[in-house]
């Protein structure tokens, strides 16, 4: 076929007769800034160094882009022309009339040096760029190209039509906002030789257990479209459109018609907001004073406060060089120090704004080894720029009862005097207290949030030691110490009369009382079954150590994440091996501690005289607590799925069942329904829904990408979690899984430098994020222990506005 133009209206492909370019007067381009002119027009550009007759796909693309270009509202309409004459690149009158050029290429070497130098040239002024799947095979030895296009082909990539699902994570860009989220569709997949994620914006994902990705397979992350604002223009990506089907589907269309809508200056996107380099991270809190918490205890919670401050709370873990007490007989067993510190962000400086006296340091668990009990968490009051009340949760030591070693937990509030950022210790009015044994470590919980009508979560451990069980279902009911079992979360988390190893929720009140809301899972005063009981402040049970736990106030969604037991492998005796657990709560439930876990996978029962002998599975539909440490129902509420669960061998295990539904729990018959993350040390962090404030005037907010996307990490740093996810609200309050997830670690940096052992985080008012690190050892804090702040560097979203094309 002979070089040519088509202009579009006239043809849909390319035409002998057209009449060609004038010949280049000059090499290099001086363009006005940007091209385009008054009419929006898109230069097709199907040049190929391959041999032979032209792809098919050539012509379907051309008639597809012609189509685009005249449908839509009029503003938003634009003329294309269409060539294979590469002599336009150094044509600099003739390209700079084009909003964007089009790659619609089959690869090679298909411009000479001036040529690419002019297309470089033309994005320098401010031009656009949409590459379409083989356009990623073009100027195979140019670095800068390889920029442009921002990944190329391994030449391994399966080249058969194979439908898999499209992940869409960005539903804010013209390209993907009106896509499903989880697309479906036949193309053929290329597979990149270095994984581009992080330095371009990924705005969708093909998913690899969808179909066969060949042995130069990407993984769990494998970009298929992607966009940047690079060298002075902007450039669009899509591996998609390899086969001619491609251009007759709406919603591939669709997709290539937001992309020339960006890149043609119709309308402004964000392509920076994934985008690693484009966040910062700081260090805000320096290290303790020797012999001091100064700057911070053991760090165990934040909150931030509606003027900026940030509020966080240390354990009660003495500094290292403190004497621990760790005899019974000594009134001072497992005394530590809670602090409450405030970060100003007006001043730059920490106060510590008081301490209590917990049952805390190390010394008062299994053996005297470790404690987890302490100050545990922190909220403000929904009205704290007016009465500065602050809720804390934490085990004071004056209620230890050495004997029996039990304490009492407890929610109080306390008033915090705004103008110097001090606690009034004498101020507390107890809300809320109930006992806890506290003979054998651990699992204590401590999370606390707000919803939007004033009620107030409690998130609770179960109380139980993590030995007795072989790392399997904590159900051993056999050990106890006067009396108190402690190895049988069936007494706790799996007890309808137990607040431990639950999420309460109750509606604090302004005398320091509280009552409580309707739907609940209890109203307390079930009494049926001969008397067994219930507590009408449980929200959620059969949850085991939920250190944290947040409240989406847009649509009061809670979001949980648990601690799992610590079986390194699953068992076809007991059952799943440690699964460490995330959910998203729209409604009371039964989460399935000690009993279920995961998608509803079973564990065996156990029971006296000899617990050692496995007896049935439990049954998630109807969970029976039977055990003899038991004094609430026996018949419980059906368990509940749950949406995110890993293990050491991978993220969301699932088996093969048998006709009781009963899991083979084989590790080689395990399939991994999330492959984007896996185990190990693993301890859930449940982190925050993101809400974009468009009100909000700072530049470094996190931008408007992230709007609606959960964030779920875990306290270790390496192939644990540290995500933000995107889910389906039709699903997720069933146990459905994420559709997307967006990978954190380069942007919370992890590492021995970053933030290595994530401990809690929050988005504060100025829309940056709010993380503690926790340090480098355990039940104390040192020199890493710190405060961070991630903030947004990337700026505004492109084409800045006044470079909006104008429609003539």
């Excluded at 569709?185 to 992080?198: A, C, E, I, M, Y």
């Excluded at 106060?351 to 299994?366: E, I, P, R």
């Excluded at 407890?410 to 003979?439: A, C, G, Y």
Aim: net charge negative; charged share 20%; proline share 8%.
């Amino acid at each position: 076929m002979a070089s040519g133009a088509v202009t579009a209206g006239l043809l849909t492909g390319p035409a002998a007769s057209a009449r060609p370019f004038p010949e280049p007067s000059v090499t290099t381009m001086s363009l006005p800034s940007p091209p385009g002119g008054a009419n929006v027009r898109v230069l097709v550009y199907y040049g190929s160094a391959a041999a032979g007759d032209e792809s098919p796909v050539v012509d379907a693309g051309i008639a597809a882009i012609e189509k685009i270009g005249q449908t839509g509202p009029p503003a938003q309409r634009f003329k294309i022309t269409a060539t294979d004459d590469a002599s336009v690149f150094t044509d600099s009158a003739r390209l700079g009339r084009f909003n964007a050029v089009v790659f619609l290429t089959g690869g090679g070497d298909v411009l000479d040096p001036d040529q690419e130098a002019g297309l470089e040239s033309y994005m320098e002024a401010g031009g656009g760029f949409v590459g379409i799947h083989d356009a990623a095979r073009a100027e195979p030895y140019s670095d800068w190209f390889t920029g442009l296009i921002g990944a190329r082909p391994a030449d391994s990539s399966p080249t058969n039509v194979q439908r898999a699902t499209v992940e869409v994570g960005d539903r804010q860009h013209p390209a993907t906002k009106d896509l499903p989220v989880q697309w479906k569709r036949p193309d053929q997949w290329l597979n990149w030789v270095k994984n581009p994620s992080g330095s371009v914006h990924t705005v969708a994902r093909v998913r690899e257990s969808t179909y066969q990705p060949g042995a130069s397979a990407n993984g769990a992350d494998h970009p298929v479209s992607w966009c940047r604002d690079y060298d002075g223009g902007r450039s669009f990506y899509t591996g998609m459109g390899g086969t001619v089907s491609s251009y007759d589907e709406v919603d591939f269309q669709s997709h290539l018609r937001g992309a020339l809508l960006w890149t043609s200056r119709i309308v402004r996107a964000d392509c920076k907001a994934a985008i690693d380099a484009n966040y910062k991270a700081e260090r805000l809190t320096q290290p303790n004073q020797p012999g001091q918490n100064d700057q911070i205890g053991e760090p165990h919670g934040l909150v931030t406060a509606p003027d900026g401050r940030v509020l966080y709370i240390g354990r009660g873990g003495a500094d290292s060089s403190q004497p621990v007490v760790t005899d019974w007989n000594n009134p001072d067993v497992g005394k530590g120090k809670g602090e409450i510190h405030v970060y100003d962000p007006k001043t730059k400086k920490v106060t510590q704004a008081g301490a209590l006296t917990v049952f805390g340091n190390k010394g008062g668990g299994d053996e005297l080894v470790k404690v987890e009990e302490g100050l545990l968490g922190i909220e403000l009051d929904p009205k704290f720029e007016q009465n500065g009340w602050v809720y804390l949760h934490y085990t004071p030591h004056s209620q230890i009862d050495r004997d029996k070693q039990m304490a009492e937990r407890r929610v109080s509030r306390f008033t915090l005097d705004l103008d110097t950022n001090k606690l009034d210790m004498s101020s507390e009015k107890v809300l809320l207290n109930w006992p806890v044994q506290i003979h054998s470590c651990c699992h204590a919980g401590g999370g606390m949030a707000w919803d939007s009508k004033g009620n107030l979560y409690i998130a609770t451990g179960d109380n139980n030691s993590s030995r007795f069980s072989d790392g399997y279902s904590g159900n051993n009911p056999e050990p106890n110490y006067k009396g108190v079992s402690f190895a049988d979360a069936r007494r706790t988390a799996g007890n309808t009369n137990n607040l431990n190893g639950k999420i309460l929720r109750i509606h604090p009140e302004a005398d320091g009382t509280y009552t409580l809301p309707e739907g609940n899972l209890f109203t307390g005063k079930e009494t049926a079954e001969g008397g067994g009981k219930t507590r009408g402040e449980i929200y959620v049970m059969g949850v085991r150590n939920p250190a944290r736990i947040s409240v989406d106030k847009k649509t009061d969604t809670l979001y949980a994440g648990w601690v799992g037991p610590d079986a390194s492998e699953p068992s076809t005796t007991w059952g799943p091996a440690k699964y460490d657990t995330f959910a998203v709560i729209t409604k009371a439930s039964n989460r399935g501690w000690p009993y279920c876990m995961g998608n509803k996978q079973p564990y065996r029962d156990r029971n006296l005289p000899d617990p050692t002998k496995p007896l049935g599975w439990y049954d998630c539909d109807h969970p029976k607590n039977e055990s003899p440490n038991n004094d609430g129902l026996v018949n419980l509420p059906p368990v509940t799925g749950n949406n995110i669960w890993y293990s050491p061998q991978g993220g969301a295990p699932d088996y093969p069942r048998d006709a009781n539904g009963v899991p083979s729990y084989k590790k080689e018959e395990a399939k991994y329904l999330l492959p984007w993350l896996k185990g190990g040390g693993q301890a859930a962090m449940d982190g925050p829904v993101y809400r974009y404030d468009a009100s909000i005037p700072n530049a470094d907010k996190w931008p408007s990408y992230w709007d609606g996307k959960w964030f779920v990490g875990d306290f270790y740093d390496g192939t644990q979690p540290r995500h933000a996810v995107l889910t389906d609200p039709r699903t997720a309050g069933d146990g459905g899984l994420p559709v997307h997830a967006d990978n954190l670690k380069k942007i919370v940096p992890v590492g021995t430098d970053g933030i290595k052992n994530l401990m809690d985080w929050k988005f504060g008012p100025d829309g940056a994020l709010y993380v503690l690190d926790y340090g480098r050892g355990f039940f104390t804090s040192d020199a890493k222990s710190a405060l961070w702040k991630v903030t947004y560097t990337g700026g505004e979203a492109t084409p800045a506005a006044g470079q909006l094309a104008r429609k003539g």
